[in-house]
Structure formats: structure tokens, C-alpha cells
Nanobody, 123 residues
Framework: VQLQASGGGLVQPGGPLKLSCAASRRTFSNNGVAWFRQAPGKDREFVAGISWRGDSTIYQDSVVGRFTISRDNARNMVYLQTNSLKPEDTAVYYC?????????????????WGQGTLVTVSS
């Protein structure tokens, strides 16, 4: 296993949750990383991405101002801090490593995927 996502769970609307993605060094080396999500009955969608050096980030419009992606290259970790969660954020969240040093929005640009962690936002 090269990527492993964790930190999902049940959270009330408006609450926070921090997701983590642990990567093997080989997977992480010089790669942009992103979080995607897939809600029941819907296609997988891009959520947030970060470049190899962490100096560039991109977000889906619906999470701007609520989610923050970050990485710790020394620990081969990527994080997604989610705040002000809404029921529509309910999904399985996946981390993925890009073919490139930058983050991209298309799933086809990612060749390594974690197994996913479920986030459920409900009262």
C-alpha cells in the first residue's frame, strides 16, 4: 500500500474534521497530492490539491474558505483540515499522488490512490 487515508468519521454540521494521508517515500517523491471525494450515487470529484513543495494549492469552489490542504514532506504526510462541514460534504475521501510535481484537478493526472476514508456529516 502506497497511500493510506484516515481520519474520517461522523461529525455534526458545522463541525471540523482533519483527514490524514500517509504515503510511502517512493509515492511521495516530487509528487503533487490531492484529495478527491465520492458521494453515494455521484462521480468522484476533485476537492483540493497541493504542489510538491507545498507552495501552491488549489481548491474546488465549494470548499474555498472551509478546507485547507497541507503537507509535511519530512513525514510523508498530507492533511485536509475541514471546517464548517455541511451534509453535502458527506462522501468517501481519497488522497492521490500526481504524475507531476504540481497538483491538478483531473483524476487522470493521478496514478497512485489511497483506499478512502468515509466522512459523514449529519446531526
Amino acid at each position: 500500500v502506497q497511500l493510506q487515508a484516515s481520519g474520517g468519521g461522523l461529525v455534526q454540521p458545522g463541525g471540523p474534521l482533519k483527514l490524514s494521508c500517509a504515503a510511502s517515500r517512493r509515492t511521495f517523491s516530487n509528487n503533487g497530492v490531492a484529495w478527491f471525494r465520492q458521494a453515494p450515487g455521484k462521480d468522484r470529484e476533485f476537492v483540493a490539491g497541493i504542489s510538491w513543495r507545498g507552495d501552491s494549492t488549489i481548491y474546488q469552489d465549494s470548499v474555498v474558505g472551509r478546507f485547507t490542504i497541507s503537507r509535511d514532506n519530512a513525514r510523508n504526510m498530507v492533511y485536509l483540515q475541514t471546517n464548517s462541514l455541511k451534509p453535502e460534504d458527506t462522501a468517501v475521501y481519497y488522497c492521490a499522488a500526481s504524475r507531476y510535481s504540481y497538483a491538478a484537478r483531473s483524476a487522470s493526472d493521478y496514478n497512485y490512490w489511497g483506499q478512502g476514508t468515509l466522512v459523514t456529516v449529519s446531526s
